[in-house]
């Protein structure tokens, strides 16, 4: 006899499913606080300290890790690499889903989220870089969704709206190369406006050139470090294809990696030349800057080269994660370290557990649409009516 | 180092900046050819 | 859609006389604020701490009642900041100099000539009026906080508590009063001279005179005068500013320019990103054709001359299959006419 609590055991409670579901639940009791109590309630935000975690991590780093979709569809059909083929939609799914949950993460930092659109609607700030910023985002939001929607279309049978939009592949492409460039760059440009409170380690002219290279290095290195992630976890869900080019995938990102980690280095050492800033670097922060500098750019850069150059996939694969790590070092620092550095400790923030448990939330959401998604559509495989020719 | 006008601060960090650019250009392009060499001696 | 050149021509003529109209030509532009703008001129060896300006300006703007009575002394006891419910504080620093007295001083917003608040906000809730107040326009915040960050004075302070309404809380220079003449809450309130209201010229010829009178008595510098590119309130001090935790080294660049380059740079991405991406494309197709032309050539090649090789085998075999044939022909007839002579013979 058909038990629904047989089918609820068997199927639904698996630990990934219990796990998410806490913290989905715990994230529903967050979200309560946050508008019924304000920002008070939950952060650890001040009057000196008006952008925390939400921000630094859910903004900064969530736009520079879904760097993956403009890097891989650049490389692909701009300059024509097309044995990355099979990372194109991981990359835009990891992408499109990256922003999304920006601008879900913005809803719960901003005051009045329903006013998002005014800037737009209402009465535009063109002085702003937060404007560039907005505008940016949410168009390439929309690209971003119109490059995934040929997977959803496949799933759905839609064959003339996927035909349509695969036309549409290479000014989808250009148009997303251009929007990342200019929103990468200005969420580091933001910065630019408090020169007096941005220790100068971090503070440059130079901090938009700072942000977009780190953004192409960040997109190379979650598409290296997610691959490997959904390669261990959705594997059945692979076709031939996608398990034969992966490891082109790895090697030929990680070989970009390491050359553009290599002119990150040196952009970086300019930025202090070009200030005469040398006297900071034997200070307590400056320590700090030559940990970021030399043990998350300089030695990633000399593992990812290792490992391409003895074929060496396992350490390519740590290189990523440890690059990964390091963009979220980065954009930390900027944000929240090197920011207010003149303020004594008192005065300083840290975020609170709510704020923290609000981003692993946000996260989770991602990583339960990506499975969802993955696990359904052609993301991972070619949808066998749609099989392209492979040489 | 103190420096009493911009331009004597510019002369400083720019001829700085100039060996730093010829540094990198020859740094870059020898790290190319390391990267593009594989160890062919390790290859079975 | 397609275009004349006639009609292409005149297009082009109209934009460019347009452009050339509206070009002021190619000096650096220089920008001097608007005239009779007003400004406070703030001496802080007149302050006597008395926090009656707090009291003024609490109760023209309607804030709620402080926690502490503004006749409380004791609170000058530790350093305060703006909060969402102050739009100003007075501060004390500890007692110096010859006479062994403490300092007071008030802080709130200076009213910069230009705002980095302004600068910041992506909706323009801010704004430098003519009058010399920047305005905050609570109907289109959106509540980012960016101006926070922004300014450079740490004074927008932040409703945290409001969970739907929050607003951003500074100091509006009286907005409304001054417009009809009044004073501010605060200047009107203090009972010394530690507080002058006036136009911005007047009060920087006023601190300069009182500077020059009394060299002994100031440090020889108007805080404000030239700091962010400057600034609607104006201070003199006995002893220097960093003393009384006044930031010296903010530098006179106004805070728009601090991110006009970056922004300068938006318009070039958008215009030639689209040229420099299409002709990676183009040469990248353009690799990928020759390439696989090349590729086409050999194969073409290889074939012909597979092709070429068994035919000269097969010519080869065959000559061969046709020599052994003859010889085989040729060793059976002369085998034929030795047979028969040798019957012949035999007979």
Known sequence: MFKLSDVINRSLLTPFNIIAGIILFIGLIITALRFTGGLAAVTNLSDYNPWGLWIGFDLLCGVALAAGGYVTSAAVYIFGMKKYHSAVRPAILTGFLGYALVVLALNYDVGRPWRLPYPFAVQAGTTSVLFEVGACVLLYLVVLFIEFTPAASEWLGLKRARNLVVRLTMLLTILGVILSTLHQSSLGALFLIAPSKLHPLWYSQYIPVFFFISSIIAGLSMVIFEGTLTHRYFAEKMDEAHLREKEDVVFGFGKAASFVLAAYFAVKVFGIAMDDNWRYLSTSYGAWFLVELLGFVALPCLLYAAGVREKNIRLIKWAAAWTVLGIVVNRFNVCLVAFNWHLPSSERYFPSWMEIGLSIFIVTVGVVAFKFIVTTMPVLYEHPSYKTPHP | MDFSTLQDFYTYTKGIAYVLIVLTLIGMAGFWLYLTDQENDDEE | ?347
């Open chain 3, 1 to 347: 859609m397609s275009v004349s050149r006639r009609g292409f021509l005149a297009w082009m003529g109209a934009a460019g006389i347009t452009a050339l109209g509206s070009q002021a030509g190619a000096t650096p532009r220089h920008f001097k604020g608007y005239p009779q703008s007003l400004c406070v001129l703030h001496d802080i060896t007149l302050c006597i701490g008395c926090r009656s300006c707090e009291a003024g300006c609490n109760k023209v703007n309607e804030l709620p009642p402080p926690a502490v009575p503004f006749t409380d002394l004791s609170v000058l006891d530790k350093k305060r900041r703006t909060t969402a419910k102050t739009y100003t504080v007075v501060n004390k620093t500890a007692a110096s100099g010859q006479e062994k007295k403490p300092i007071f001083f008030k802080t709130q917003c200076n009213h910069c000539l230009e705002p980095a608040c302004a600068s910041a906000c992506f909706v323009r809730a801010f704004t430098k009026t003519k009058e010399g107040s920047v305005t905050y326009d609570a109907s289109v915040c959106v509540g980012c906080r960016y101006c926070m960050i922004a300014c450079p004075f740490e004074i927008p302070t932040y409703e945290y508590e409001e969970p739907l309404t929050p607003r951003i809380m500074k100091c509006t220079f009286c907005h409304p009063r001054v417009t009809k003449g009044l004073l501010p809450g605060c200047v009107e309130a203090c009972p010394t001279e530690a507080l002058s209201f006036g136009k911005r010229e007047d009060m920087l010829k006023l601190a300069r005179e009182r500077i020059n009178k009394y060299p002994g008595r100031y440090v020889d510098h108007i805080y404000g005068e030239t700091e962010m590119g400057g600034t609607s309130w104006l201070y003199l001090s006995g002893v220097p500013f960093r003393n009384l935790g006044m930031r010296e080294d903010l530098g006179t660049t106004p805070a728009p320019e601090l991110t006009s380059g970056a922004l300068a740079t938006v318009p070039m991405v958008a215009a030639l990103w689209p040229v420099l991406l299409t002709g990676i494309y183009a040469l990248s197709k353009r690799r990928e054709k020759i390439l696989s032309g090349d590729k086409q050539n050999a194969l073409a090649q290889a074939v012909a001359e597979a092709n070429a090789k068994s035919q000269a085998a097969l010519t080869a075999a065959m000559d061969k299959a046709k020599r052994e044939k003859e010889e085989a022909v040729q060793k059976a007839v002369k085998a034929a006419l030795e047979q028969s002579a040798k019957k012949t013979q035999e007979q």
